[in-house]
């Protein structure tokens, strides 16, 4: 349906969106094959995924007449327009209810899966159940939903809209890019990596602000230098600024990212997508941005290459400057906690360090010993691999001391050349 071509991506919600319209669309079809007419969608996700536009999109593909209901009064008022809404559509079948962003209709201060919104939504769907009356929802979160307002019978069709990641993400950023003026060489597929798990309108963003960039340094085209200080500021909160740290300071945090970054990449060749010494707030310096592999919970093995990676600042700090790394707070404490899911979760050392509600202070106190063991023999490998490869992290300390942000592409063209030298 030609109306869907203003979602980018998201492949598989378009089909699940044309799917249904086909049936509310050409209802006898179905009704020959004994199916019941669908009686709600509710499309749900963080903000900034593009569930307004999806929802929008339906409806115009739909060609229905649509009530939008939205909160903009106090609640009794609200009380009476949600049952108004209904009353319209259910009058001027065949039509749509909108119901935009549900999970405001309610006070979002505290548990109220009984509000009188959502009871008063509950009924009025329950009114038009058969009347040619379909109840169309937006959410950004269903936690405070009650469960009998998502069953069946309700929202027949509860669908998750995931931020956009891999070829979603590069064709979102490819269509903003297309609004502006870039050069040839843009990489949508670097810079989608770097902004892995952010919302469409975050890419919208970033695509705006490098342009900002672009024209305040006199450029005519858009290139990937404004593109990642666009990322930096928008993405990292790293705007260009005075250095915080003396000379000393700087290049002890360049070796700490370097460390992150030669242990990832070796570990998984490809894995890095952007390393920076830019402050990002006021507490530390540095940024390493690192791809999740799609298989990482499906193999113990890029578990323990993540635990690993995490350690690599800490260990490459300890290998050069042979003090401890006050800067690695909170790589510890993800790393823990990956070990952790190991031992405990997945009894990644056999059964006698899995927890359960019962289990007494022995095991509790064998899962801790487990998890120290393993972080010592993880820091000694993420010493190991900086050790084989200190051509690498030295070279790649230095440009990042020199330049302060490297792509990944640049930090593979390092790692080749070390090699080539040795």
Same mark, same amino acid.
């Given at each position: 349906?030609?109306?869907?071509?203003?979602?980018?991506?998201?492949?598989?919600?378009?089909?699940?969106?044309?799917?249904?319209?086909?049936?509310?669309?050409?209802?006898?079809?179905?009704?020959?094959?004994? $199916?019941?007419?669908?009686?709600?969608?509710?499309?749900?996700?963080?903000?900034? +995924?593009?569930?307004?536009?999806?929802?929008?999109?339906?409806?115009?593909?739909?060609?229905?007449?649509?009530?939008?209901?939205?909160?903009?009064?106090?609640?009794?008022? !609200?009380?009476?327009?949600? *049952?108004?809404?209904?009353?319209?559509?259910?009058?001027?079948?065949?039509?749509?209810?909108?119901?935009?962003?549900? #999970?405001?209709? =309610?006070?979002?201060?505290? #548990?109220?899966?009984?509000?009188?919104?959502? $009871?008063?939504?509950?009924?009025?769907?329950?009114? +038009?159940?058969? *009347?040619?009356?379909?109840?169309?929802?937006?959410?950004?979160?269903?936690?405070?939903?009650?469960?009998?307002?998502?069953?069946?019978?309700?929202?027949?069709?509860?669908?998750?809209?995931?931020?956009?990641?891999?070829?979603?993400?590069?064709?979102?950023?490819?269509?903003?890019?297309?609004? *502006?003026? !870039?050069?040839?060489?843009?990489?949508?597929?670097?810079?989608?990596?770097?902004?892995?798990?952010?919302?469409?309108?975050?890419?919208?963003?970033?695509?705006?602000?490098?342009?900002?960039?672009?024209?305040?340094?006199?450029?005519?085209?858009?290139?990937?230098?404004? /593109? +990642?200080?666009?990322?930096?500021?928008?993405?990292?909160?790293?705007?260009?600024?005075?250095?915080?740290?003396?000379?000393?300071?700087?290049?002890?945090?360049?070796?700490?990212? =370097?460390?992150?970054?030669?242990?990832?990449?070796?570990?998984?060749?490809?894995?890095?997508?952007?390393?920076?010494?830019?402050?990002?707030?006021?507490?530390?310096?540095? /940024? =390493?941005?690192?791809?999740?592999?799609?298989?990482?919970?499906?193999?113990?093995?890029?578990?323990?290459?993540?635990?690993?990676?995490?350690?690599?600042?800490?260990?490459?700090?300890?290998?050069?400057?042979?003090? /401890? #790394?006050?800067?690695?707070?909170?790589?510890?404490?993800?790393?823990?906690?990956?070990?952790?899911?190991?031992?405990?979760?997945?009894?990644?050392?056999?059964?006698?360090?899995?927890?359960?509600?019962?289990?007494?202070?022995? $095991?509790?106190?064998?899962?801790?010993?487990?998890?120290?063991?393993?972080?010592?023999?993880?820091?000694?490998?993420?010493?190991?691999?900086?050790?084989?490869?200190?051509?690498?992290?030295?070279?790649?300390?230095?440009?990042?001391?020199?330049? *302060?942000?490297?792509?990944?592409?640049?930090?593979?063209?390092?790692?080749?050349? =070390?090699?080539?030298?040795?």
């Amino acid at each position: 349906m030609k109306e869907f071509e203003g979602v980018i991506g998201y492949e598989s919600v378009k089909r699940e969106l044309e799917r249904l319209c086909d049936v509310l669309k050409n209802g006898e079809k179905y009704a020959r094959l004994g $199916v019941e007419m669908p009686h709600g969608l509710l499309l749900h996700g963080e903000p900034g +995924v593009g569930k307004t536009t999806m929802a929008n999109c339906f409806i115009a593909a739909l060609g229905w007449k649509v009530f939008l209901c939205r909160k903009a009064m106090s609640d009794g008022k !609200f009380v009476d327009e949600i *049952k108004k809404t209904f009353e319209d559509a259910k009058t001027q079948a065949p039509s749509v209810v909108f119901l935009d962003d549900l #999970d405001k209709f =309610a006070n979002d201060d505290e #548990d109220h899966t009984n509000s009188e919104e959502y $009871v008063t939504v509950q009924s009025c769907i329950d009114d +038009v159940r058969g *009347k040619n009356v379909f109840v169309l929802a937006t959410a950004n979160d269903t936690r405070n939903f009650p469960r009998s307002l998502l069953r069946s019978g309700r929202f027949d069709n509860v669908i998750k809209i995931e931020t956009p990641d891999g070829k979603d993400a590069e064709e979102i950023i490819a269509h903003y890019l297309s609004q *502006k003026k !870039f050069v040839a060489d843009v990489d949508t597929q670097t810079i989608a990596r770097i902004l892995e798990g952010k919302s469409c309108a975050d890419l919208e963003r970033v695509v705006n602000e490098a342009g900002i960039y672009a024209g305040f340094a006199g450029k005519e085209k858009i290139d990937m230098d404004a /593109i +990642v200080r666009a990322c930096m500021r928008v993405i990292f909160n790293a705007p260009e600024g005075e250095e915080r740290y003396s000379l000393s300071a700087q290049k002890r945090i360049a070796y700490h990212e =370097a460390g992150h970054a030669v242990i990832a990449e070796v570990l998984e060749e490809g894995s890095v997508n952007l390393v920076s010494v830019c402050m990002h707030d006021s507490r530390t310096g540095g /940024i =390493a941005s690192l791809s999740q592999s799609p298989d990482y919970f499906t193999s113990v093995t890029y578990m323990e290459n993540r635990v690993i990676s995490l350690l690599g600042g800490r260990a490459a700090t300890e290998l050069v400057f042979g003090e /401890i #790394d006050t800067g690695a707070n909170s790589d510890l404490h993800r790393a823990f906690d990956i070990v952790g899911r190991l031992i405990d979760e997945y009894a990644g050392r056999g059964f006698a360090q899995y927890t359960t509600g019962d289990s007494g202070n022995r $095991v509790m106190d064998s899962k801790d010993s487990a998890v120290m063991l393993e972080m010592e023999r993880y820091d000694l490998r993420a010493k190991k691999i900086l050790a084989e490869n200190r051509a690498f992290l030295d070279a790649l300390a230095e440009a990042l001391f020199e330049k *302060k942000t490297l792509l990944g592409s640049e930090i593979r063209k390092i790692k080749a050349a =070390a090699k080539q030298a040795a």
